[in-house]
């Protein structure tokens, strides 16, 4: 695949209104400033990588918009009202000027350069579809599409299963993939707690200290 011939696609929910399993933990202020810091960490490792040429974050939030500026990336207004995930990544899609997509999830926030760029050049040539599964491996983190149009996301729970089927359908053997810093999705208190636990750098690092959490997550209340 030839370089700079992939574009990103980063859905973004309104900061503070998404991770709701986390609300036990965190309260919804403290939820914006962590999901605000894995984007930014998100976005980083795809700025970082030798093989992206566009990265567009889709969102209708001030703060994210203002994060993804920050590296360079481009922003599209989501639905008003949103639509839900893949709606957004759709919008995302449509909006790209690459031949290839890499849709990935904004709560990755082990995520490296080296990851994007891996998964990237696990791309057979012609028509494909790389999956970056979960840590549960039900789950789709990471998916490249070429073309972009390949198949339809279908991000949410189970996604990795609907995915394979829809690349079958499309008569594509797809590649599933795993990535240690691409599995972990923060989604929940035993989430946090493994994030806790691995030490993170970057933003997310330091909103964990700023939280009170870089030593352990307090039960959920509630």
């Given at each position: 695949m030839a370089a700079h011939d992939v574009g990103a696609v980063v859905p973004v929910k309104r900061l503070g209104y998404a991770l709701g399993r986390l609300s036990g933990v965190l309260d919804r202020a403290e939820r914006r400033v962590f999901q605000s810091a894995m984007l930014g960490d998100v976005l980083a490792a795809l700025a970082g990588s030798t093989r992206l040429g566009e990265i567009v974050v889709v969102t209708s939030d001030h703060r994210a918009r203002a994060v993804a500026e920050s590296v360079g990336a481009r922003t599209v207004p989501d639905h008003d009202p949103p639509r839900g995930i893949n709606a957004a990544v759709s919008r995302g899609i449509a909006s790209l000027d690459s031949h290839s997509a890499l849709v990935v999830v904004s709560d990755l926030p082990l995520m490296t350069a080296a990851d994007v760029d891996h998964l990237i050049g696990a791309a057979p040539d012609g028509d494909a579809v790389v999956l970056a599964r979960s840590e549960d491996a039900t789950g789709t983190n990471a998916?490249?599409?070429?073309?972009?149009?390949?198949?339809?996301?279908?991000?949410?729970?189970?996604?990795?299963?609907?995915?394979?089927?829809?690349?079958?359908?499309?008569?594509?053997?797809?590649?599933?993939?795993?990535?240690?810093?691409?599995?972990?999705?923060?989604?929940?208190?035993e989430d946090l707690l493994e994030l806790v636990r691995r030490e993170p750098d970057g933003a997310t690092g330091r909103a964990l200290v700023r939280l009170g959490l870089w030593h352990g997550v307090p039960e959920a209340t509630g």
């Open positions: 998916m490249l599409l070429t073309p972009s149009s390949v198949i339809v996301p279908a991000l949410g729970p189970g996604s990795l299963g609907e995915h394979l089927a829809r690349a079958a359908a499309a008569g594509i053997t797809a590649d599933v993939v795993y990535h240690p810093g691409m599995a972990l999705d923060v989604d929940t208190p």
